[in-house]
């Protein structure tokens, strides 16, 4: 999942950045109001963490732009303690949810998992289909009720196919959403963790949760469990 983090206060942004980084996720950051609505407009954004007090432009008036624009990834904002009307004004502006300065790393990153897990469509963070159960908020794969050992990078693909389950993913698309906006990609590393994880999930090849469509990209071809 690529994450945005839109903050001014650079100590804090790349605390935050950091952690959520740590956490599984890609995270591109914006310094200030015009650069993140670069980001938030230009770039494939699943959830954008906005500071209501920007110099250049506005948190507030980011959101309102890119809801104009049609954008519809969650959206947690910001907020100073004291500073009630803005968790008002930034609701009202299309945000989905928000955070009070101070705050606990162990919040953000769990009204994160809630925001995504809701505009995924699914009331559990457990996401299932066949022998593999996922958990989003633990950041763990299970076959048959048996722990799975995935790298940071075979997790991100397969938890983005699960979500995704019987869409079809391009390689570009894997690639935009799981590498940071500086780290060196190659399309060809995606078929290298689509194999690793065919062989993890279903040793036996007789499951098949991972299709190649040529030319296309890939699908998780498992059907999802409807109590997601």
Do not use: C
């Not at 994450?3 to 001014?8: F, N």
């Not at 993913?169 to 194999?195: C, H, M, W």
Request: aromatic share 8%; no cysteine.
């Amino acid at each position: 999942m690529r994450l945005l983090v839109i903050e001014d206060d650079a100590t804090l942004r790349e605390s935050l950045s950091k952690r959520l980084t740590e956490n599984g996720f890609a995270v591109e950051q914006a310094a200030d109001g015009k650069e993140g609505l670069y980001f938030a407009s230009e770039y494939p954004v699943d959830l954008a963490i906005i500071d209501l007090g920007l110099p250049g432009m506005s948190g507030i008036d980011i959101i309102k732009q890119v809801r104009a624009d049609g954008k519809t990834y969650p959206i947690l904002i910001l907020t100073a303690r004291d500073r009630w009307e803005d968790k008002v004004d930034g609701l009202s502006a299309g945000a989905d949810d928000y955070v009070v300065k101070p705050f606990h790393f162990e919040e953000v990153n769990a009204r994160v998992t809630a925001l995504l897990r809701r505009s995924g469509g699914w009331a559990s963070s457990e996401l299932k289909a066949g022998p593999i159960t996922l958990d989003m908020s633990r950041q763990e794969v299970k076959v048959d009720d048996a722990v799975i050992e995935l790298t940071s990078f075979e997790y991100k693909i397969i938890e983005y196919l699960m979500v995704r389950a019987g869409q079809v993913v391009s390689k570009a698309e894997l690639t935009d959403r799981l590498y940071d906006q500086d780290f060196e990609r190659d399309s060809n590393v995606i078929e290298v963790f689509i194999g690793r994880l065919r062989k993890k999930l279903d040793p036996a090849n007789t499951v098949k949760p991972i299709e190649t469509l040529r030319g296309r990209g890939y699908r998780f071809a498992l059907e999802r469990s409807q109590e997601d």
